[in-house]
């Protein structure tokens, strides 16, 4: 079987990872989010080469994860900085980092842990149901074929509509 | 300045990186965590080469996250089921099609969407605090140097040093 490019997969999670690109990118995207946000000190952290780099930002400026933001302009020198989309992408790293917090570090070294402005105390990412509240834990959650499932046709393997087919059935836990 | 290896960096998303091992590995667990358990139907999903997806499913039970149970003897063969560690890996995959849900194929097309067991309820997986309940907005969440960064030492950019004293000073809006 010939492989399917990721971004042609008619999938949400081979879609992100496509707009991730590689594994550098959600470096860029943490080192952005704690507030480095400059070419050279981006280069400096993460010990990628400039190429590499300047094409990673470019992609996810195009992809509008990014927006570059003058701060000098003889040379042209930007920041860059985060949009909607971009910010909503962070929250993935949240989730990245609270796994490694717990299963590689262990909470109790972990090496950042995150301040909520809101309520001001430190925060466990946790994530919840939109409709009830509760914490999810994800063998309370079935995947089923959605609105946008159709549209793929063929480019849906059978093995993935037929596991579909046997969770709506029978439930996560049949 | 030499690159240092994902494995050895003091951070958790890299490290969680590290596990997921390249792009490949987050389909493999997505496979997984829908019902497609086994060597073949996953080859036939995905069509990536037996070499690979054996390398993959490989570095997956050696990082504890899948384990093997025998579904045939002679010759043996296996189901592969997530462990704990990799059921809370699967929150990771959850946030990324909610993101890719969202901004790829719009919230109206999604490929696959969700029941919570537990309420009956479509769910869309919301990012929350563990203190307040409130849903964790990327802006509102400042991270500061914990409890591990100390015993980094030197692995541990000046960059990154600065950039979470700079927010610990100032605050995300600062």
Redesign the interface.
């Known amino acids: 079987?010939?492989?399917?490019p990721?971004d042609q997969m008619?999938?949400?999670?081979?879609?992100?990872?496509d707009?991730l690109g590689?594994?550098w990118t959600?470096?860029v995207l943490?080192?952005v989010?704690?507030?480095?946000t400059r070419f050279d000190?981006?280069q400096?952290?993460?010990?990628?080469s400039r190429k590499v780099l300047a094409q990673r930002l470019g992609a996810l400026v195009d992809h509008g994860v990014l927006r570059r933001v003058p701060y000098q302009d003889n040379p042209p020198r930007y920041d860059y900085v985060?949009t909607e989309?971009g910010?909503?992408?962070?929250?993935?790293?949240?989730?990245?980092?609270?796994?490694?917090?717990?299963?590689?570090?262990g909470e109790?070294?972990?090496?950042?842990?995150?301040?909520?402005?809101?309520?001001g105390?430190?925060?466990?990412?946790?994530?919840?149901?939109?409709?009830?509240?509760?914490e999810?834990?994800?063998?309370?959650?079935?995947?089923?074929?959605?609105?946008?499932?159709a549209?793929?046709g063929e480019d849906?393997?059978p093995?993935?509509v037929a596991?579909?087919e046997?969770?709506a059935a029978v439930?996560?836990?049949g």
């Open positions: 079987m010939a492989r399917t990721f008619h999938c949400s999670v081979a879609r992100t990872l707009v590689e594994w959600p470096l943490r080192d989010a704690i507030g480095i000190a981006i400096r952290d993460l010990g990628v985060l989309k910010g909503d992408l962070a929250r993935v790293l949240l989730v990245l980092q609270a796994w490694g917090d717990k299963w590689v570090f109790e070294q972990a090496p950042v842990v995150m301040r909520h402005e809101r309520c105390q430190t925060t466990r990412p946790t994530l919840t149901c939109s409709c009830c509240g509760e999810l834990q994800p063998q309370d959650v079935t995947p089923l074929a959605g609105p946008g499932l549209d793929a849906v393997a093995e993935v596991a579909l046997r969770l439930g996560r836990r």
